[in-house]
C-alpha cells in the first residue's frame, strides 16, 4: 500500500555534545540519534485485528498462543523501514523467519485502559526484494491472563488484539505502507496454551512449531476479525524494555528417581529455563519451577501459594484462589525429537532456583539447560564492598532481589503476585537509584498510579491496579504508606535524579491524595475512639485513624503490627496512618516551593505541622515513649520528624531499649526496616546499628544467608530453622538495608536541598568489624565514589572521587569538616 499523500516522513535528529567548565572545553560527545515516533492517534493507519476465537473461548490458562501471519511483496530493498507494534496481550514478531528486536513481554504491563505502550523496530536489514513474510505469535499475558495476588484472569478484557504499522522508504525515494487489516490470517499452532503465570504448553509435533508460515504441511488459516479498539491511548514508555539479561549454568543436575531430576541453578532469579535436550519424539516433559526443596529435595511451591499463606495470615475469604484454578508456574513440552529443538516459554515468567523436570528418559547434561534472567534492562549505576564478605553477600542477594522486581514494574515478588505494590517501591527507590538508573522506570510506573486513582483522589496500593478491583474485597484503596508512594516515589525519584517534569506531572495525583487524607481524617472517627472520648478533642481533625490498612507488615513477632483484616471495628492503626499522612503532607509542601507553588506549599506545610501536632498529643508521652511501642513507631517518629525536637534524644534512647529488649534483633517490618539502621546511625547510636546489621541469629538478615538466602526473603524466617519455606524468598522490602550500606557505611549522601548530587556529602560512618569499604555511583553528573580503610594505629584513610560541576562537603569521624570541587582527594583522621 502506498502512503496516503498527508503522511510526512518522521523528523529524525542527530546531535553531540560538547561541554566547557572552568578546567577548559571537552571534545564532542560521539553523536546519538532519535527519531519521531506515532505522536498523534491518526498516525496511525492501521486496524486492530483479533483471533478469530468466536464465543467460545477456551477457559483462563488454557488459552493457546495465536499464530497471525501477512505477505507482502516489494520491488526493492527499502533504505529506511520501521515497524510499529502493540498488542493487548503479549506479542512476537518475526519476519522473513527472524525474530524482530530482542525486547521481551512486549507491549509491557500498564493501566490498559487508559495507557497502551508500543514499540518500534528497525527492520530494515530484515526486508528484502520480493515476497516477505510477517509472522506475530500474540499471547493473554497482562492483558487477560492471571494477574495479581488472587490469579485472576480478563483482568482488563476478554480478547487479545495486535496492531501494527510498517513504513518502508526507498532509493527511488517511493514508499510503501503494510498494516494489519482484514487481509491478515490466524492460526493455532504449537502453543497450545500461554499464560504469564500458570505456564506454557508448546507441542513441538506441530510442524508450525516455531512460524505459522514455516510448516512442512498445509495450515489451516482463519480470516482475522477487525476490531474497534481506542488509539488514543498508545503511547511510548519512558522506561528501559525487558531483555533477556544473562544466562545461568545449572550449578547442579540430580535425579530424584527414574522419572524426575532437579535442576538447581544456585541462584534465585526471575526468568525461564532454556532447555536443548527435549529428548526422543512424542515424550511428554513436565517443568516445575520454585525457590525451594521440601524436606526430601524436591522443588515445592507451598510457599508461594497464595491460598496457603492467605490462610496462615488468616485473611478473608475474598482473598482464597478458586478452586479451578491451574498450575502455578508449571511448563508441558512435547517432543517431536529434533536435536535442534530448544524450549523457551518466552510468553511465561517465572520466579525460581530450581525446577523440576519429569518424563525424560535420560539424566539430563549441564549444557542442556540453562537459566535466563530476565528484567527491565536498566543501566548499572552504582557498586558496594567492604572488608566483611557476608555483608557483600547480603548486598548481592539485595542487587539479585531487585533484577528479579523489575520486570516492566517494580513487582513485590517474581511468582505469586507479580504486583506494583507502592510499599515495596517508595520503600526501596533510595536503594534502587544507588544500583541502576530507575528514573524512566519508575516514572512510567508513576503514571499508571496517576491514571488508576480513584475520583475522589484515594490511591490503590498497587500499580497498575486490576481492573476487576477484587483486592479492594480484602482491603480498600488507601492503606498507610501503600498509597502513599503517590508522594513519596516522585519526591525520591526528583531527589536522585532532578527530574522537577516529573514532579510537575504528577502534582495532580499527589495533591489529590493528600487532599483525600485531609478529607478522611476530618470526616472520619474510630469506632473504639468514639466510645472513649464521645466529644473529640481538637487534634483529632488531623488523626487518619479509620480504615483498613496491612500494617508494619510481617515485623516479627507476628502478632504485632500485622494486617488488619476487618472492615468494621478494626484495629485502630492512626499511629502508622497519621504517620505517613503528616510525611506525605511534608514531602508535598517541598514540592510545592520546588515547583513555585508557594500558596499550596504554605497550605501543606501549615498541614504537616498540625498533623504532627496531633500524632504526638495522641500517640507519644512526655518522657519520649510512644504507647504502642514498637521498633518501627520509634523509628518513624524519628525518622518523619513526629518527636517533638526536644524529645528526640529520648525517643532515640527509647529505640534503643526496645533493640535490646529483643535481644538486640530487628523487630521491624515492611516499612520501619528500609529507616532502622540509618536511623539508629544519625541519632549516635552507629554501634548498634552495626550490630543489627552482622546479628547472626534469628532474625536478621545474615541469618537468611546462613540458611541458603540467595535473594532477599519476605519473612524475617522465610526459611525456618527446620528447612521449611514461608512465603515467598525474593520479596526486596528487608533487602532496603544496603541503601545503609551506601549513605551511611560508604558515606555518599545526597544533600538536603539541592537534587541529583549537584552537591552532595561524604560522610562515613565506620563499625563493626569493617576495616574498609568502598562505594561507587554514577550520578547525573558523573562518578561519585568513596573508599575508605583503618589502618593498624586505628588511623582512617578517605579517598573520594566528585565529578565536574559539582562540590561536596567531607565529614569525617572525627568531625573534620572540608568543602571540596572536582577531582580526586584524600582525608584521613584518628578514630582513637
Given at each position: ?525 474510630h469506632p473504639d475512639r468514639i466510645k472513649s472520648r464521645p466529644r473529640p478533642e481538637a487534634h483529632e481533625q488531623f488523626l487518619r485513624d479509620t480504615g483498613v490498612h496491612f500494617g508494619e507488615w510481617l515485623a516479627p513477632p507476628s502478632s504485632i503490627d500485622q494486617y488488619n483484616s476487618k472492615l468494621e471495628d478494626g484495629r485502630d492503626d492512626g499511629d502508622i496512618a497519621t504517620a505517613y499522612f503528616h510525611y506525605s503532607a ?247
Amino acid at each position: 500500500m502506498p502512503f496516503p499523500g498527508e503522511l510526512q516522513s518522521r523528523q529524525s535528529v542527530e546531535c553531540a555534545v560538547k561541554v566547557w567548565t572552568d578546567q577548559g572545553e571537552s571534545r564532542w560527545s560521539e553523536p546519538v540519534r532519535w527519531e519521531m515516533g506515532l505522536l498523534d492517534p491518526n498516525d496511525w493507519k492501521a486496524s486492530w485485528i483479533e483471533p478469530p476465537e468466536g464465543d467460545d473461548i477456551p477457559p483462563g490458562g488454557k488459552r493457546p498462543g495465536w499464530h497471525l501471519h501477512h505477505a507482502f511483496t516489494t520491488a526493492q530493498a527499502p533504505t529506511h523501514a520501521r515497524f510499529y507494534a502493540t498488542a493487548q496481550g503479549i506479542y512476537e514478531i518475526h519476519l522473513n523467519g527472524s525474530q524482530v528486536g530482542d525486547i521481551e513481554l512486549t507491549p509491557g504491563f500498564t493501566s490498559y485502559d487508559r495507557i497502551l505502550q508500543y514499540q518500534t523496530y528497525d527492520v530494515g536489514g530484515l526486508i528484502r526484494s520480493g515476497l516477505n513474510r510477517i509472522d506475530v505469535i500474540l499471547s493473554d499475558g497482562w492483558y487477560r491472563g492471571q494477574t495479581g495476588a488472587f490469579r485472576q484472569f480478563d483482568q482488563f478484557g476478554e480478547r487479545t488484539a495486535f496492531l501494527a504499522q510498517l513504513e518502508m522508504s526507498f532509493a527511488d525515494g517511493s514508499r510503501q505502507l503494510v498494516i494489519t487489516d482484514k487481509e491478515w490470517r490466524a492460526t493455532i499452532g504449537a502453543v497450545r496454551a500461554a499464560d504469564l503465570m500458570q505456564g506454557v504448553i508448546m507441542d513441538f509435533r506441530c510442524s508450525a512449531h516455531a512460524l505459522p508460515s514455516s510448516g512442512k504441511r498445509a495450515v489451516e488459516w482463519n480470516a482475522v476479525n477487525v476490531a474497534d479498539h481506542d488509539l488514543a491511548r498508545l503511547r511510548a514508555s519512558p522506561s528501559p524494555p525487558v531483555r533477556q539479561i544473562a544466562e545461568i549454568e545449572p550449578a547442579e543436575i540430580r535425579a530424584l528417581d527414574e522419572h524426575r531430576q532437579i535442576i538447581d541453578l544456585g541462584q534465585n532469579i526471575a526468568g525461564w529455563l532454556r532447555l536443548r535436550d527435549l529428548g526422543p519424539a512424542h515424550v511428554r516433559l513436565r517443568l516445575t519451577y520454585g525457590e525451594a526443596l521440601d524436606a526430601n529435595g524436591d522443588v515445592t511451591t507451598d510457599n508461594i501459594d497464595s491460598t496457603a499463606n492467605a490462610e496462615e495470615l488468616g485473611l478473608p475469604e475474598a482473598a482464597k484462589m478458586p478452586d479451578e484454578i491451574g498450575p502455578l508456574q508449571v511448563d508441558e513440552v512435547y517432543s517431536a525429537g529434533n536435536a535442534s529443538d530448544t524450549f523457551e516459554p518466552r510468553m511465561s515468567t517465572k520466579g525460581f532456583r530450581y525446577v523440576r523436570i519429569e518424563g525424560h528418559p535420560h539424566t539430563l547434561s549441564r549444557d542442556s539447560a540453562s537459566g535466563v534472567v530476565v528484567h527491565s534492562d536498566l543501566r548499572r549505576t552504582g557498586w558496594f564492598e567492604c572488608s566483611n564478605a557476608r555483608v557483600n553477600q547480603l548486598h548481592e542477594a539485595a542487587v539479585w532481589t531487585l533484577r528479579s522486581n523489575m520486570v516492566e514494574i517494580p513487582t513485590d515478588c517474581p511468582h505469586r503476585e507479580r504486583s506494583g505494590w507502592g510499599s515495596e517501591w517508595q520503600i526501596f527507590v533510595p536503594s534502587a537509584a544507588f544500583l541502576y538508573d530507575v528514573a524512566g522506570f519508575t516514572t512510567k510506573w508513576l503514571r499508571d498510579l496517576a491514571a488508576d486513582q480513584k475520583p475522589d483522589g484515594a490511591v490503590f496500593h498497587s500499580a497498575p491496579e486490576n481492573k476487576l478491583g477484587k483486592s479492594e474485597a480484602v482491603i480498600p484503596a488507601g492503606s498507610a504508606g501503600y498509597s502513599d508512594a503517590a508522594v513519596i516515589v516522585p519526591w525520591r525519584i526528583y531527589r536522585a535524579y532532578g527530574d522537577e517534569k516529573l514532579l510537575a506531572d504528577q502534582w495532580e495525583s499527589m495533591a489529590a491524595w493528600v487532599d483525600w487524607c485531609e478529607r478522611v481524617a476530618r470526616t472520619q472517627r474510630h469506632p473504639d475512639r468514639i466510645k472513649s472520648r464521645p466529644r473529640p478533642e481538637a487534634h483529632e481533625q488531623f488523626l487518619r485513624d479509620t480504615g483498613v490498612h496491612f500494617g508494619e507488615w510481617l515485623a516479627p513477632p507476628s502478632s504485632i503490627d500485622q494486617y488488619n483484616s476487618k472492615l468494621e471495628d478494626g484495629r485502630d492503626d492512626g499511629d502508622i496512618a497519621t504517620a505517613y499522612f503528616h510525611y506525605s503532607a511534608k514531602l508535598l509542601g517541598r514540592i510545592a516551593r520546588v515547583l513555585g507553588k508557594f500558596a499550596a506549599a504554605q497550605r501543606y506545610e501549615n498541614l504537616a505541622e498540625k498533623t504532627r501536632w496531633a500524632w504526638w498529643t495522641e500517640y507519644g508521652n512526655a518522657d519520649g515513649s510512644i504507647r504502642r511501642p514498637t521498633q518501627a513507631n520509634y523509628v518513624r517518629a524519628l525518622a518523619f520528624g513526629l518527636a517533638p525536637d526536644a524529645l528526640r534524644e529520648k525517643v532515640a534512647s527509647h529505640l534503643v531499649n526496645t533493640i535490646r529488649a529483643a535481644d538486640t534483633h530487628v523487630g521491624t517490618g515492611t516499612f520501619g526496616t528500609a529507616l532502622l539502621l540509618p536511623v539508629l546511625a544519625d541519632a549516635g547510636h552507629a554501634g548498634l546499628a552495626y550490630e543489627l546489621l552482622l546479628q547472626d541469629t534469628a532474625p536478621s538478615w545474615l541469618t537468611m544467608l546462613d540458611r541458603g538466602a540467595t535473594t532477599i526473603w519476605e519473612m524475617w524466617d522465610g526459611v525456618d530453622e527446620n528447612g521449611a519455606a514461608h512465603f515467598s524468598l525474593n520479596h526486596f522490602s528487608f533487602g532496603a538495608v544496603i541503601a545503609f550500606m551506601h549513605t551511611h557505611v560508604a558515606g555518599i549522601r545526597l544533600d538536603n536541598t539541592v537534587p541529583a548530587y549537584r552537591r552532595f556529602r561524604v560522610q562515613p560512618v565506620p563499625g563493626g568489624d569493617l576495616t574498609w569499604a568502598k562505594g561507587s555511583l554514577l550520578s547525573p553528573y558523573g562518578l561519585i565514589s568513596s573508599e575508605w580503610c583503618i589502618d593498624s594505629s586505628r588511623r582512617l584513610r578517605l579517598d573520594v572521587t566528585i565529578p565536574p560541576g559539582t562540590s561536596a562537603e567531607i565529614l569525617l569521624p572525627d568531625d573534620t569538616y572540608r568543602v571540596v570541587h572536582c577531582g580526586r582527594s584524600q582525608f584521613d583522621c584518628d578514630l582513637g
